[in-house]
């Protein structure tokens, strides 16, 4: 806590822009002591410079700058892509239609010299926990965003993802080689022997299967629905041979304790390439083909379209 009681975030980068000496003298002095890491632009241009180097917190600027107003290069900053850094402007005019002016173009605050130190201390520390509060929202906005295209049982991602995924790959943001739907083999037998809490952790283990067999940073699984899983992948080569992995470690799994009363569980799974480059949509729609061949041939088993 500092003398006025006011809490102050150690160790944020104020940005200080102005062309007087005294100025920058006094803010620099008692901003840092503050414990506020300090920076200064005498210009324009340094501010530009300065801000995409040093990232600051916050931005101290003056109004009147020999090279461009404080008004002009607000407007470059703003402009700027994800630029979200509080800006309070400086000036001696406290004229209301230029503090309005100033507010317009996106400022958070204004300060009139000469400064009343009292005052500038609570607007800073204002503006930088409005920062942090927006930062933090920003990031909670992402995780709901994430959550939204995650299946909520499975933890891989759902059908909404995948329509995402559809529209950027067919406007040519990415490319997989290969696709890969997989189906499990009598599911309603599990939920109407063991009911479906357990059909749900059978759903969960697969899951599991299908993501420990593919590469994590370039592949992508989906649940498709129900009991139905759709996996896209980077490699052409090895997608056959990442199938058959699945379909080894899914006859592993035993559901029921008892002896006799256990049920054996397995999944079918159609591949097809992306030989032609043929649309995501296409490319699903014939590895749905090949998954058909595989449980009309008895299940359990890799087709290939």
């Known amino acids: 806590m500092t003398e006025r009681?006011?809490?102050?975030?150690?160790?944020?980068?104020?940005?200080?822009?102005d062309d007087e000496p005294d100025n920058i003298h006094i803010l620099r002095i008692f901003l840092a002591s503050l414990q506020y890491e300090i920076f200064v632009a005498e210009s324009g241009t340094e501010a530009l410079a300065a801000v995409k180097v040093i990232t600051p917190d916050l931005i101290l600027l003056?109004?009147?700058?020999?090279?461009?107003?404080g008004f002009d290069i607000c407007k470059q900053l703003i402009s700027m892509a994800d630029f979200d850094i509080p800006i309070i402007f400086l000036s001696a005019n406290v004229q209301k239609k230029d503090i309005m002016k100033g507010l317009q173009l996106g400022a958070f605050d204004y300060l009139t010299k000469p400064y009343d130190l009292d005052l500038l201390e609570m607007k800073v520390s204002i503006a930088l926990n409005q920062q942090k509060k927006l930062a933090n929202l920003q990031q909670d906005n992402k995780l709901l965003?994430?959550?939204?295209?995650?299946d909520a049982l499975t933890g891989l991602y759902n059908r909404t993802y995948l329509d995402v995924m559809i529209q950027k790959i067919n406007e040519g943001?990415?490319?997989?080689?290969?696709?890969?739907m997989i189906?499990?083999?009598h599911f309603k037998a599990i939920n109407d022997t063991f009911g479906h809490i357990i059909g749900d952790q059978v759903l969960k283990d697969i899951a599991n299967i299908i993501f420990s067999q593919i590469?994590?940073?370039q592949d992508m699984a989906f649940r498709y629905g129900g009991d139905e899983f759709l996996v896209l992948l980077h490699d052409e080569q090895t997608s056959v041979e990442v199938a058959h992995s699945i379909i080894k470690a899914v006859d592993e799994i035993k559901v029921g304790s008892e002896p006799g009363k256990q049920l054996h569980v397995s999944v079918s799974i159609g591949v097809?390439?992306?030989?032609?480059?043929?649309?995501?949509?296409?490319?699903?729609?014939?590895a749905d083909c090949a998954l058909l061949g595989a449980k009309n041939n008895g299940r359990n088993r890799v087709t290939v379209y």
């Open 183 to 185: 189906d499990m083999d």
């Open 215 to 217: 590469s994590v940073n």
């Open 145 to 150: 965003a994430e959550l939204a295209y995650v």
């Open 272 to 286: 097809t390439h992306n030989v032609n480059r043929q649309t995501l949509l296409q490319m699903i729609s014939q």
């Open 173 to 180: 943001d990415k490319t997989f080689k290969s696709a890969m």
């Open 62 to 69: 003056d109004v009147m700058m020999p090279d461009m107003s």
């Open 5 to 17: 009681g006011l809490k102050t975030e150690l160790g944020k980068r104020i940005l200080i822009v």
